[in-house]
């Protein structure tokens, strides 16, 4: 296994993601912002931040496959969301569950980090994810 996900006792518990990844592999792979937007950057599910976050998951995901990795040799995922508020988690997290069997997300998900921004390239644009997994 080149990843291993773990949250250590003494951490705290329950979260959405684990605390710790460890990628023993030797091949790194970068996945650089993902958005709401299909192959031809058509803007998916506009003012919608769970159709959002689902949509740029989906992405993340086909830029993994493209290097032969998926979720589960990630090993730290971020999230930009613009305007965060904490009462914005619940939709945040329904994007997340929406695809996680589809895409085979491990749950609770790599280490994450969840990072709210004023501001992202287009007034559209309400989540993007960057995904760092590494192989053998």
């Not at 329950?14 to 990844?21: F, L, M, S």
């Not at 709401?36 to 599910?45: E, K, Q, V």
């Not at 613009?82 to 085979?104: C, Q, R």
């Amino acid at each position: 296994m080149t990843v291993q996900l773990l949250s250590p006792e003494g951490m705290p518990q329950p979260v959405p993601y684990h605390h710790v990844a460890i990628g023993t592999g030797t091949r790194q792979v970068h996945v650089s912002g993902q958005i709401s937007r299909g192959p031809d950057g058509t803007p998916l599910a506009p003012d919608d931040l769970a159709g959002q976050v689902a949509q740029a998951l989906r992405n993340t995901a086909t830029g993994l496959a493209g290097a032969g990795a998926s979720f589960r040799d990630v090993v730290r995922l971020t999230f930009y969301v613009t305007h965060w508020a904490p009462e914005k988690i619940d939709a945040f997290m329904a994007g997340v569950e929406s695809v996680a069997a589809e895409l085979d997300l491990p749950t609770p998900m790599p280490p994450a980090s969840l990072i709210g921004v004023e501001y992202l390239f287009m007034p559209d644009v309400l989540v993007e994810v960057e995904a760092t997994a590494v192989l053998d």
